[in-house]
């Protein structure tokens, strides 16, 4: 229960406050079944249940996102991990989760200042030539301030908010919770996993907290740009940068949400487009280390149709075998072979639940279907974003999942078209992508990548049986200490093991009811025995035991399907 899994008096009010808002979005019957409300009722706290009026007419998607906006930053930082998850979740519920805007109310600046002393080492107006104390931006767990440099060089301070980090993990350790409560009480819940996606979560929100990560990611992915003046990623200024400080260079650009000002400026939107499928194909497939939230809100368009790419607290990173995974997926699609994409999807998913004989073929039959609607069709023509979404929407009806990263990545491929054709009607990321894919393709198969790979597999291989006479010894120790244990499961004696169990249990019940009963009429013909309205109360009291008792008897038999079973 509830009660026993969260174990601290400090976390009820904030279950009381998570459970308010569900009942109030008309997710009460998610509240019982997962026993927060039991919980709360032990801990003498009242939920006035009562209906949730207009909410309950809104779609499902729409007010699961309201609830999450209204249950506070840590719950919208979620739902910014759930608009990844485009494995789990349908195109419309991904579609409100990406509404969700990460602000919060500015903080006076004063707030601020004993914690950029701290981390500065002297007070911010030696430093700072000049220092704007109101914030450019303000969200949940950072606000930015805009600066100046004694050399004129304007640059951004991205403040950790004041005592932010134990507000998280306390939430952090509640949803923990909430999700082994949800996987374990919950079945038709369960196929959304919630505990990986409470794990992903807490690892990525984590890592934002570090901003000194943050400064990493930014200057890694600032290398891969090295040689592509096009590209801007704003400088990082390390003497002042720490977990709790972020400063980097000021961008002043235009927001990519801001078209008409893009017009404005008579930038070229063909070219942008361009240019920003080039950045995010290079990064996704050729470094393999990529902006994993590149919405327009992180996009700025400068002079010279320039791109800036700003935040970089959420990376994703891709294998070179996840690489040339996603060039095969592809050229699976184009050249029809439908059992290369199910074994590059299987492979994704890494689900042990499916068999040649069954699941697997049904799952082969959907994609040869699928592959029939691409066949033919040159890869400059594909609509990749369509593509994947339909994949994607026949892994959830096979309840399988993607690994983070691939799910980080598609989400990229998705966004990244739709910002493209945002920018300009006929942009065509399958002919951006097609160059790119080849480079991977190819670079899988050199011979370079082929003596790798056979060094690795030969070192692995080496490590194997080197280790093998000291495996072998310990084995045969084991065994002559009498400690080598050989434990077989096998789940169909398992079955009938517990069918035989039910049976003498029911046996020995019936064996009891008919000792009761015929003990009861033996005790009935005793003159003297105490009576209850004109009969024996022992044996009264007898009979009633193995009605009792039959009843039970015969609702177990009927619960369990018959007594054949």
Known sequence: MLWQAIGAVRDLKRVHDIASVLIRYGFGDVVRRIGMAHALERAGKALHWREPGELAYLEPASRVRRALEELGPTFVKLGQILATRVDLFPPDWITEFSKLQDSAPALPFAELRAQLMEDLGEPPEVLFAELDTEPLAAASLAQVHRARLSDGTDVILKVRRPGIRPVIEADLHLLERLAEIVEAEAADLRRYHPGDIVRQFTLSLRRELDFAAECRNAERIAEQFAGHPEIVIPRVHWQWCGERLNVQDYVDGISGRDLAATDTAGLDRKLLARRGAEAVLKMLLEDGFFHADPHPGNVLYLTDNRIAFIDFGMVGRLTEERRSQVARLLHGLVSRDSGLVADVLLDWSDDDRYDPESDLLNLRTE?????????????????????????????????????????????????????????????????????????????????????????????????????????????????????????????????????????????????????????????????????LPGLPSLGLLGFISALIGGLWLLLSIWRSGGPHR
Do not use: C
Not at 386 to 410: F, N
């Open 367 to 531: 994609i040869d279907t699928f592959v029939d609607l691409y066949h033919g069709v040159p890869l400059q023509r594909l609509d990749i974003g369509a593509m994947l979404s339909d994949l994607l929407a026949i892994l959830r009806e096979h309840g399988l999942s993607l690994p983070a990263d691939l799910a980080l990545m598609i989400k990229a491929f998705i966004t990244l078209e739709g910002m493209g054709r945002q920018l300009d009607p006929n942009f065509d990321i399958a002919a951006e992508a097609s160059p790119f894919l080849r480079r991977v393709l190819l670079a899988h198969a050199a011979p370079a990548a082929f003596a790798r790979r056979g060094w690795r597999a030969f070192a692995d291989t080496v490590d194997l049986l080197a280790g093998l006479p000291r495996d072998l010894r310990q084995f045969l120790r084991a065994a002559r200490r009498g400690k080598l244990q050989v434990q077989v499961e096998v789940l169909p004696l398992q079955r009938f093991g517990s069918q035989i169990d039910r049976a003498a249990s029911r046996l020995s019940l019936a064996i009891v009811i008919a000792a009761l009963i015929i003990g009861s009429a033996i005790v009935m013909t005793v003159d003297k025995a105490p009576a």
